[in-house]
């Protein structure tokens, strides 16, 4: 089992920046893909960002430009910095991991994720 287990969350307004982190043990962060998820109210949980073990990082659409996943190896975690947020970026947000893929690899689907964290709250206000 693995325990991940996200901080950071807050009220921020529109245009504003959050800095969320997911911590983890040093050797999922290793050898795992690492993804950042979330789910606004009435709608189904959404992919944001995900960095593979190799290092690679893929963005939703809606966030890119905007966000930026990073591992920090000397505090076991990783982080997603969230800049010029939108009432839109409104959620929790998850982070989940997964050993299976490939170094390179990633997923955009939760299903493909098989450890999760409670998830933190993030609300923009306009």
């Known amino acids: 089992q693995v325990q991940l287990v996200e901080s950071g969350g807050g009220l921020v307004q529109a245009g504003g920046s959050l800095r969320l982190s997911c911590t983890a043990p040093?050797?999922?962060?290793?050898?795992?893909?690492m993804g950042w998820f979330r789910k606004a109210p009435g709608k189904e949980r959404e992919f944001v960002s995900v960095?593979?073990?190799?290092?690679?990082?893929t963005y939703a659409e809606s966030v890119k430009g905007r966000f930026t996943i990073a591992r920090d190896n000397a505090k076991n975690t990783v982080d997603l910095q969230m800049n010029s947020l939108k009432s839109e970026d409104t959620a929790v947000y998850y982070c989940?991991?997964?050993?299976?893929?490939?170094?390179?690899?990633?997923?955009?689907?939760?299903?493909?994720?098989?450890?999760w964290g409670q998830g933190t709250q993030v609300t923009v206000s306009s």
């Open positions: 040093r050797r999922t962060l290793r050898v795992y893909a």
């Open positions: 960095i593979s073990r190799s290092g690679k990082s």
């Open positions: 989940a991991a997964d050993l299976r893929f490939a170094a390179d690899s990633s997923s955009d689907r939760p299903s493909d994720y098989e450890y």
